[in-house]
């Protein structure tokens, strides 16, 4: 069974500021893994598939890259919206377990 | 655009079984090679993935759960359920229903139903 973990648990940022996520796979996941949003009382947001591609309707200030077991979540300049808490989720085999989560906050 | 909307009882007591349906619209549940799935979220912690039902019936349940959970498709009223038996406190959560393609994300969900497990 595969394990995602996660780092920082928090992340401390000012508006404008980059923010880099990590994510990594107890072993390998090829490209299958998809990044997600989630705000307070909502669902979590599709961001980012396939590792690197962005969801339909996702700004261009966010981005991933890695394959294997280690991944990154990238937000080039932090707007007020993107506070948040953003989670992995590993989809190349069963079961498909998410990531503890990162809280980006201010 | 496929859209999903759970329904289910808000209280469940401990011991019983909690039941969830999960209604699709917008589409024909079979009529793609989608793979239906449950996800939980306890208070205050991250998303837990319960299992997913192919739309041929096939099933991938999460180990820590697969002795409790049993999940179906209902053909006729094009919804699929959650069944999870024998439930403590530790049930209590947030249960989304969600769509993937294959091998891809999870990638639209329902708006998410608040389960207690309380006497």
Do not use: H
Request: aromatic content about 12%.
């Amino acid at each position: 069974e595969i394990v995602m973990t996660q780092s920082p648990d928090t992340l401390s940022v000012s508006p404008g500021e980059r923010a880099t996520l990590s994510c990594r796979a107890s072993q390998s996941v090829r490209s299958n893994l998809a990044w997600y949003q989630q705000k307070p009382g909502q669902a979590p947001r599709l961001l980012i598939y396939d590792a690197s591609t962005r969801a339909t309707g996702i700004p261009g200030r966010f981005s991933g890259s890695g394959s294997g077991t280690e991944f990154t979540l990238t937000i080039s300049s932090l707007q007020s919206e993107d506070f948040a808490v953003y989670y992995c989720q590993q989809y190349d085999d069963w079961p498909q377990p998410f990531g503890q989560g990162t809280i980006v906050e201010i | 655009q496929l859209q999903l909307q759970e329904s289910g009882p808000a209280l469940v007591k401990p011991s019983e079984t909690l039941s969830l349906t999960c209604s699709v619209s917008g589409g024909s549940i079979f009529s793609s090679p989608y793979y239906w799935g449950w996800i939980r979220q306890p208070p205050g912690k991250g998303p837990e993935w319960i299992g997913s039902i192919y739309y041929s019936g096939r099933t991938y349940y999460n180990p820590s759960l697969k002795s409790r959970l049993t999940i179906t498709v209902d053909t006729s009223r094009n919804q699929f359920s959650l069944e999870l038996s024998s439930v403590t406190a530790a049930d209590t959560a947030v249960y989304y229903c969600a769509k993937q393609a294959g091998s891809s994300p999870l990638d639209s969900w329902g708006q998410g139903n608040l389960v207690t497990v309380s006497t």
